[in-house]
């Protein structure tokens, strides 16, 4: 089985941000145990490196958080060809519609989000940590 964590699954971790991180982290579990196979793509990594260091105010933690990330996940390379497919799809959220577009191009199964509303237009379905969880393991 395939996923794309968003960028919400992964910062929920790295930031500990309650009630999500327990879920979330369950799901990254899963990826770092190779149980499943796990995506993010290359603009939630600068936007997960962004958001660790503005809340933690540490440089350095934000790299040793995404080096972390890499051994946990695979990245997609975000191209032109993405880019102009999510700009053609017109999601209302262009991030959540290039996720939508990269975790089409990977053969997904689904993309775990806390934000599933933003993916209802996506060939790849969207579900919450907990709902992947409980119904598909």
């Not at 149980?35 to 660790?52: L, R």
């Not at 191209?79 to 990269?102: M, S, W």
């Amino acid at each position: 089985m395939n996923i794309l964590c968003d960028t919400n699954i992964i910062l929920d971790v790295l930031l500990a941000r309650a009630p999500f991180a327990g879920s979330s982290a369950d799901v990254l579990r899963l990826c770092e145990s190779r149980q499943i196979k796990g995506y993010t793509t290359a603009s939630c990594i600068t936007d997960i490196f962004y958001f660790v260091r503005k809340n933690l105010h540490d440089t350095e933690l934000a790299y040793q958080a995404i080096e972390h990330i890499l051994d946990i996940l695979s990245v997609c390379d975000v191209t032109y060809a993405h880019i102009q497919k999510a700009l053609h799809n017109r999601t209302p959220d262009f991030e959540d519609g290039l996720v939508a577009v990269c975790a089409e191009s990977l053969h997904c199964d689904f993309i775990i989000t806390r934000d599933a509303s933003g993916f209802t237009s996506s060939r790849v379905p969207a579900l919450t940590p907990q709902a992947f969880l409980k119904n598909w393991l």
